[in-house]
C-alpha cells in the first residue's frame, strides 16, 4: 500500500509512510482514515516519512488540491500537534516545502520538512539517539553513518 499510517499511543505519534508512487487520492485517503480512527487523538505528533516515494509530475500542480482537500484533517488537529515529514530527497523536499506552504495560513499546527532524521525525529519531539525512534524512518545508511 503506497500510503499507511500506524498510531503509537505510548509516544504520541502517528507514523505516516509513503512507500512507491503516491497521488494525491492516496495521501487525502491515508489521512483521512486516521481521522476516523478510533484512535485518533488532534493533539497526536505526525511523523510522515516519504524517504521512499514518488509523487506523481503533476503533484507541484495539484498541490493546491491537496491542501483543500484536507481541510477537515488540518481543522481536526490540536495547534499544539507538531507534523514533521521527513523528505531527504531533493524532489521530495521541494514537493513537501511547497505543500507547507501552501497550508500554512489554514493549518492550526506547526508543520516543519526536514532533509535529515535528526532534525524530522526531534522536531517531533522523539530522541534521534533512541533505536526505537531510528527505526520508524526510513534512513539510508550506505556511504555515510545514518545517526
Known amino acids: 500500500m503506497p500510503a499507511s499510517f500506524k498510531i503509537l499511543t505510548e509516544t504520541n505519534i502517528v507514523l ?3 512507500e512507491g508512487d503516491i497521488t494525491v487520492d492516496q495521501n487525502v485517503d491515508c489521512l483521512g482514515a ?13 511523523l510522515l516519512d516519504v524517504a521512499n ?33 521527513y523528505a531527504p530527497g531533493k ?7 511547497l505543500y507547507r506552504d501552501t497550508v500554512k495560513a489554514r ?4 508543520l516543519e520538512v526536514s532533509r535529515t532524521a535528526e532534525d524530522a525525529l526531534r522536531y517531533a519531539e522523539l530522541d534521534p539517539r533512541d533505536p526505537a525512534a531510528r527505526r520508524l524512518l526510513h534512513v539510508p545508511t550506505i556511504g555515510r553513518a545514518a545517526f
Open 91 to 97: 524532489v521530495n523536499f521541494g514537493i513537501c516545502k
Open 53 to 85: 516515494c514518488t509523487f506523481p509530475e503533476r503533484f507541484f500542480e495539484e498541490t493546491q488540491r491537496l491542501a483543500d482537500r484536507l481541510t477537515a484533517f488540518h481543522t481536526a488537529r490540536d495547534p499544539r500537534a507538531r507534523t514533521s515529514i
Open 34 to 46: 486516521y481521522r476516523e480512527d478510533p484512535q485518533f487523538d488532534g493533539g497526536q505528533h505526525i
Open 107 to 110: 493549518m492550526p499546527y506547526p
Open 16 to 18: 505516516v509512510r509513503f
